[in-house]
């Protein structure tokens, strides 16, 4: 039977102190499951608007065991047994925290806890919370209950404590309190989780220096010795003053910890050193938290709070996004500011940079039309699928790091730069986070100025970045056409033939077109180009996170080899390049390899670039003749360029202008405030757009 349809006098005589362990523990699943769905009474439905019906029903149930002793009694039995044979300690040390160091662990045990169903054969406390305590409503109505209502149940855990056994009051002289058993031990264990996890080379070795000086977590221990031994003893003052050094200790170890962090911003991140700072530091809180619970009189309400954040954290505990949405964010900065870095170089602000940005595309197009004909070729050999992939992706690789090593340019490598640039120009200010205020007239003005100045500066940026593109592809078209014409009049005329044939280039007719599957190919390999921007910010933090520049400028197999000069100068470069190299090879592999990977497993997915596709389209017309501009097909696949180049660039942009932007904390509204005013400079100002101000 659903336990929603029970009613509280069945479940209550269902209750049965004797029955078996995994049958106790399905009753009080029950029993939560009933406060939450089962039917009140009528006077507890006339309160419902001001109380959560959880508790109303909670204070129904209890209102009947005071009135019924029988059920009563067997009601306190059960949660007697349940209190003597569960691991509570086990609860309240380890709920929520992982003996995994490694975040992908933790991946694998949080897709356990989602799946596969768990047992109520079991003492472990923390098990049985995860059964008990599963819905999203319950830290709200647990927060909700009442001081009476809290007065109550602490009435019932204390005979629950003292049934089958002697009473808490008629413990052993020098022994810790009954209900504090299941604290203290949880502490030893806590203490010993955190030091465990500080003396760990990873983060010990990243914490900062002054913060160590006075070794706390070396000394936590015996702090929390003392604390327990003052328990003991029933000294008040002796336990204030071991409590107050303890929570200074912790206080220490929070700031060690804490600190990790601006060591990874400097040298590179690791989720996994991520996670488990993020481990110490709840650790560290779980502590001070069960210090207070042990030295309250009244421990009901710091024990509510407990159970609050407990329940909280079981739903987490089966949540990934919970898990990775610090990891992540953490990530997408660091890239997002690897690449804020190199896409100033792919933004032009003035007419010398806008004629450099020419200049460099048009290099860059000329490096493409090569690019073209030997895409050509490989495809002319006839291999199989998956080496003739291989063999295009070696070919676009090439050619982009001849681009890059030339430092000329090809225009759809530039928004996955450049958007972090652009969210850079937000990160000194967060937008939202400081509305104004009418109890500081003066301070709102000031946010509010510098919100404007934020939001005129993005949207500068954004103009800026689109005339860089239209810059790009002017310059890369500007020189593929030409470079691929004149190799075909070349051919032509060395040989009597064009390099491209008839049947390639109806092929190049039939594939680029508007009216195929164009457009949807250009947008896939608009996710390719951001994907090759993400490959090249975590290589370039796996090389500063492992300090490999370093290593080649010092290592003395290096030096010995190299010489001391030398191997400064390849250190200085690989560490100037490594990004480009990594984002270069990246994206020829993943626009050649891709396709031919999809369609081993049916899915016919393939790539169109607009400057590869516009130098295909001219060698074919070349090959066809000038007849070929009087037929719609040609036009149609002129329209097809088009549209990949709108999507290449736009949704590589958005893409990486969304990572970018999560990275900095903005939120929905104000991203919705920057769409705004970018369309609002459009309407205002189109020319900005294309060509650079006059004067600038």
């Known amino acids: 039977m659903k336990a929603a349809a029970w009613d509280l006098t069945a479940l209550l005589n269902a209750a049965d102190p004797k029955a078996s362990r995994p049958e106790r523990h399905i009753w009080l699943v029950r029993l939560i499951e009933w406060l939450r769905h089962g039917r009140a009474d009528a006077d507890a439905d006339a309160d419902a608007g001001a109380t959560p019906r959880p508790v109303l029903r909670l204070k129904h149930l209890l ?134 996890a500080a003396f760990a080379p990873a983060l010990r070795q990243r914490m900062g220096a002054e913060l160590l000086a006075g070794r706390p977590f070396e000394q936590l221990a015996r702090a929390s010795e003392s604390l327990v031994d003052a328990l003991v003893a029933g000294d008040a003052t002796a336990t204030a003053q071991a409590a107050t050094y303890l929570r200074a200790l912790v206080h220490r170890c929070r700031a060690a910890a804490a600190s990790v962090p601006d060591h990874l911003e400097a040298h590179g991140v690791s989720v996994n050193i991520v996670f488990e700072v993020d481990q110490l530091l709840a650790r560290c809180d779980r502590l001070e938290t069960l210090v207070d619970l042990a030295l309250s009189d009244l421990p009901q309400r710091e024990l509510q709070q407990l159970l609050v954040d407990l329940a909280g954290l079981s739903r987490q505990r089966r949540s990934l996004h919970a898990l990775l949405a610090r990891q992540y964010s953490l990530m997408a900065r660091k890239v997002a500011e690897r690449h804020a870095v190199t896409g100033e170089h792919y933004i032009t602000r003035n007419r010398a940079e806008y004629r450099a940005m020419l200049r460099a595309a048009v290099g860059g197009g000329a490096i493409i039309g090569g690019t073209t004909f030997a895409k050509f070729a490989i495809l002319a050999l006839g291999l199989a699928p998956f080496w003739a992939g291989f063999g295009a992706g070696m070919n676009y690789a090439i050619s982009f790091l001849i681009v890059h090593l030339l430092h000329w340019t090809v225009a759809t490598k530039q928004p996955a730069m450049t958007a972090p640039a652009m969210a850079a120009k937000l990160g000194a200010l967060r937008i939202g986070a400081g509305r104004p205020d009418a109890s500081d007239a003066d301070t709102g003005i000031e946010d509010t100025a510098r919100e404007a100045q934020a939001i005129a500066g993005f949207v500068d940026e954004v103009a800026h970045l689109v005339r860089s593109q239209f810059a790009g592809i002017a310059g890369n078209i500007a020189a593929v056409v030409p470079v691929v014409l004149l190799v075909q009049w070349a051919a032509w005329w060395l040989m009597g033939a064009p390099l491209v044939g008839a049947q390639s280039a109806q092929y190049v007719l039939h594939s680029l077109t508007l009216l195929g599957p164009t457009a949807l190919f250009a947008a896939f390999t608009g996710v390719l180009l951001f994907a090759s921007s993400l490959i090249a910010g975590w290589v370039e933090n796996w090389f500063v996170y492992h300090r490999l520049d370093s290593a080649l400028a010092h290592n ?29 090879v990246s994206l020829g592999l993943l626009l050649g ?65 969304k990572v970018a932007l999560r990275s900095r904390g903005i939120t929905l509204a104000d991203r919705r405030r920057l769409y705004a005013a970018i369309g609002q400079r459009l309407r205002r100002s189109p020319r900005s757009f294309l060509l650079p101000e006059p004067g600038a």
């Open 63 to 196: 209102n009947m065991l005071e009135r019924n002793p029988e059920p009563r009694a067997r009601f306190v039995a059960l949660l007697g047994r349940f209190w003597r044979e569960t691991d509570l300690a086990a609860l309240l040390a380890d709920f929520g925290f992982t003996a995994r160091r490694a975040l992908w662990g933790e991946v694998a045990e949080r897709l356990a806890l989602r799946w596969l169903p768990g047992t109520p054969d079991t003492n472990d406390g923390g098990a049985l919370f995860l059964l008990l305590f599963d819905n999203d409503t319950d830290p709200a109505w647990l927060a909700a209950i009442d001081t009476a209502t809290l007065a109550g149940l602490a009435a019932l855990l204390s005979a629950a404590r003292g049934n089958g056994g002697p009473p808490a009051a008629a413990a052993e002289p020098g022994s810790v309190d009954d209900w504090r058993a299941p604290v203290v031990q949880a502490m030893t264990w806590l203490v010993s989780a955190i030091r465990a």
């Open 593 to 657: 390899l891709t396709p031919a990977l999809l369609a081993f497993v049916g899915i016919p997915l393939d790539v169109r670039h607009v400057t590869l596709g516009t130098g295909q389209l001219a060698a074919a017309a070349s090959t066809l003749g000038w007849p070929i501009l009087a037929e719609p097909a040609f036009w149609w696949c002129v329209a097809g360029l088009v549209a990949t180049g709108l999507l290449n660039l736009g949704v590589s942009f958005w893409l990486a202008l």
């Open 556 to 584: 003395p197999g290096i030096v010995a080899r190299l010489g001391a000069s030398r191997a400064g100068r390849w250190s200085i470069w690989w560490r100037a390049n490594i990004s480009g190299i990594a984002a270069n």
